[in-house]
């Protein structure tokens, strides 16, 4: 069975470093691309990063590029991102996504999410 | 301000049915498949679609999707209480290198 499951969430103090883990299991993780989703309470959903399986490329959203970075251990089936310089509107759910990157693109499993609050 | 634009949100009466727009550009939607997702109340998001038709396993005929140029839709039929929820359209857009999403739609089955 595909799991994801996201760690590292909390309460940071706008400014502060916050580093997320998601742990993947049930398929061969240096396989895929992985990304990170956020939703802000009672918002929609908004895409932060990716990166590839093959190549190890990496994209971001404008928002984030420059604060975030996202990384893997594939000897770990770990998808990491380091978020620097947070800011109150960071506070959000977390979610880590497998992507399949094929003909097309699409996000075909989903973490539980983390929530990460940005507040003094 | 959402790249892709979709109707904030539907309704209608159980078993009925209701179709939920998706809007983008030749960048996004108009050169690339199309993915919906949906999100039940305090769940995290859930693959509906993906290539712009197809079902994951385990997802009802009553949910199908079409795309025709720049513009998605995801329909449902027999619609059941089950269905409210929240509903979002996905893509990648090839000029900005970035994944998009639609804002969101909100299901209410009255």
């Known amino acids: 069975e595909v799991q994801l499951v996201e760690s590292g969430g909390g309460l940071v103090q706008p400014g502060g470093s916050l580093r997320l883990s998601c742990a993947a299991s049930?398929?061969?993780?240096?396989?895929?691309?992985v990304t990170w989703v956020r939703q802000a309470p009672g918002k929609g959903l908004e895409w932060v990063s990716a990166?590839?399986?093959?190549?190890?490329?990496?994209y971001y959203a404008e928002s984030v590029k420059g604060r975030f970075s996202i990384s893997r251990g594939n000897s770990e089936n770990t998808l990491y991102l380091q978020m620097n310089s947070l800011r109150a509107e960071d506070t959000a759910v977390y979610y880590c996504a497998r992507a399949v990157v094929a003909t097309a693109i699409y996000l075909d499993c989903w973490g539980q999410g983390t929530l990460v609050t940005v507040s003094s | 301000q959402s790249v892709l634009t979709q109707p904030p949100s539907v309704s209608a009466a159980p078993g009925q049915a209701v179709t939920i727009s998706c809007s983008g550009s030749?960048?996004?939607?108009?050169?690339?498949?199309v993915s919906w997702y949906q999100q039940l109340p305090g769940t995290a998001p859930k693959l509906l679609m993906y290539e712009n038709y197809k079902r994951p396993s385990g997802i009802p005929d009553r949910f199908s999707g079409s795309k025709s140029g720049a513009s998605a839709t995801l329909g449902i039929t027999g619609l059941q209480t089950g269905d409210e929820a929240d509903y979002y359209c996905?893509?990648?857009?090839?000029?900005?290198?970035?994944?998009?999403f639609g804002g969101g739609t909100k299901l209410t089955v009255l």
């Open positions: 990166i590839k399986g093959s190549d190890d490329s990496t």
């Open positions: 049930g398929f061969t993780f240096s396989n895929y691309a």
């Open positions: 996905g893509t990648w857009d090839s000029s900005l290198s970035v994944w998009v």
């Open positions: 030749s960048s996004n939607i108009g050169n690339n498949y």
